[in-house]
């Protein structure tokens, strides 16, 4: 019986070391260490044997039974692995492949130049207003000085709301002004940024929406002085050189003087392009001393304060500085565009 069992555990070995499958495994360990397995019958005939020798055969059969179950446990965690690698790729992690590189997103150049405009606005002691866009004709108009039949009304150039009256799509950032008079009064420095809306046909230099940054201060006998010397800090920071500037007579209805600050070309030079419309100037911030009638609907005595306002193209600067040729890519979302940035 002895040798039985010898022979018995050479054969469950072989035949363990054999299995190529998980399954054919599982049946080995029923066949032989199962309820009804040979091991486990062979070892139940214990009774039959002589007293003195029961204890020895109790042993050798508890040793191979330990010995089984050890070399079972190691093939089952070799198949296991090998079945698992093989059936589903996905669920091997191999950690020593190198990591995926995932796509940052970066600010628009709009939101760039406007960050910076608005850092060196601040440091010169200007607080940074958000506006509504949808805004009412007074804000927009009336409160601007600009009478209901001023052609900046006309159907030409503003959205006006539908089923809504009274109400645009603001036309630009001066809807801030009277505003932000109100509930600042005077001394007042503050800077608007903010997006802009208008009916036009569009080409490389027009769009229905745009960007513009205005500005405002009011204080004691504000001049045209301080409001040359800020523009010149301005365009020096953000462009970063020194450029051409030319200061001409400009009409809007809510500054007195007004001015056209025109920028010599950085695209052609001052050559001529379509941009520059071949002039080889831009237009680049419409400026003036505050009319006292915006003063008066802000609340405030034109004898006793006085003011500047500038309303810059923000979106033109933005062409100027990265040589952008046509106004349309902005807002176009073309990622070959803007991964440029
Ligand atoms: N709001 C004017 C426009 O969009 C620009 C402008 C002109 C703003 C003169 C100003 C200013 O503050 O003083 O055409």
Redesign the pocket.
């Known amino acids: 019986m002895f040798d039985q069992l010898t022979k018995l555990k050479e054969k469950a070995v072989r035949e363990i070391k054999n299995s190529k499958v998980l399954k054919e495994l599982h049946n080995l360990e029923v066949k032989y260490l199962g309820r009804k397995g040979e091991l486990t019958k062979l070892l139940r005939q214990v009774k039959d044997l002589a007293a003195e020798e029961k204890p020895k055969f109790g042993q050798l059969g508890n040793e191979i039974k330990e010995e089984l179950n050890q070399l079972i446990s190691e093939i089952k965690f070799e198949l296991n692995k090998k079945e698992k690698a093989g059936s589903s790729k996905e669920k091997w992690l191999d950690v020593t492949l190198p990591g995926r590189k995932f796509i940052k997103g970066h600010l628009h150049p709009n939101s760039l130049i406007q960050y910076q405009l608005e850092d060196v606005f601040s440091r010169m002691g200007f607080i940074i207003l958000e506006g509504p866009e949808l805004e009412s004709e007074y804000y927009n108009f009336e409160a601007?000085n600009i009478p209901p039949t001023h052609p900046?009304r006309d159907m030409q150039d503003t959205f006006f709301i539908k089923d809504k009256t009274g109400w645009v799509m603001r036309?630009?950032?001066?809807n801030m002004?009277v505003r932000t008079i109100e509930k600042y009064q005077a001394p007042l420095r503050a800077v608007f940024p903010g997006r802009?809306f208008r009916y036009e046909a569009t080409d490389v230099s027009h769009d229905t929406t745009f960007y513009?940054l205005?500005?405002?201060m009011i204080d004691k006998d504000i001049s045209i002085d301080n409001l040359i010397a800020v523009m010149k800090v301005l365009l020096k920071e953000v462009l970063k050189r020194e450029v051409k500037i030319r200061l001409r007579p400009?009409y809007?209805p809510?500054?007195e003087p007004?001015?056209e600050l025109d920028v010599n070309c950085l695209i052609c030079g001052g050559k001529g392009c379509p941009v520059c419309k071949h002039s080889g100037w831009v237009e680049m911030?419409?400026?003036?001393?505050?009319h006292p009638n915006v003063l008066k609907y802000g609340g405030l005595d034109p004898k006793e304060w006085s003011g500047?306002?500038?309303?810059?193209?923000l979106t033109r600067l933005v062409m100027m500085k990265y040589g952008i040729d046509d106004i349309r890519l902005l807002q176009s979302g073309d990622l070959r565009f803007l991964q440029q940035f």
Do not use: I
């Open positions: 601007l900046a036309t630009h950032t001066s002004q802009c513009q205005e500005g405002l400009g809007f809510f500054v007004g001015f911030v419409p400026c003036g001393l505050v500047f306002a500038f309303g810059l193209g």
